[in-house]
Nanobody
């Protein structure tokens, strides 16, 4: 089992940057593929990015491709999301998630553990 805690959210102007972090408990972080999702009220949780267990493979949702970068540091049990060129439509609660199965996951139902979320607000 793994516990996840996000941090780094906040208020930023359009065009700005933020870096989200996700701290994982336990010694088995490197055995999990990881992902970032986001959700706004009244909408389904949306896939943002995913990264393989060793960080070799990544993938992104179409709306963030070229602006966001997912990375991980298995020695620090940490996952990151660098968000650049932020837009007001990026405003959301961002969640990190861990997937016990092999391979990247793009659907929220493929993930086994979730953090509590961190709010990102982008002003125009």
């Amino acid at each position: 089992q793994v516990q996840l805690v996000e941090s780094g959210g906040g208020l930023v102007q359009a065009g700005g940057s933020l870096r989200l972090s996700c701290a994982a408990s336990g010694r088995t972080f490197s055995t999990y593929a990881m992902g970032w999702f986001r959700q706004t009220p009244g909408k389904e949780r949306e896939f943002v990015a995913a990264i393989s267990r060793l960080g070799v493979t990544t993938n992104y949702g179409d709306s963030v491709k070229g602006r966001f970068t997912i990375s991980r540091d298995n020695a620090k049990n940490s996952l990151y999301l660098q968000m650049n060129s932020l837009k007001p439509e990026d405003t959301s609660v961002y969640y990190c998630a861990a997937r016990a199965g092999g391979g990247l996951g793009y659907n929220l139902h493929e993930y086994d553990y979730w953090g509590q979320g961190t709010q990102v607000t982008v002003s125009s």
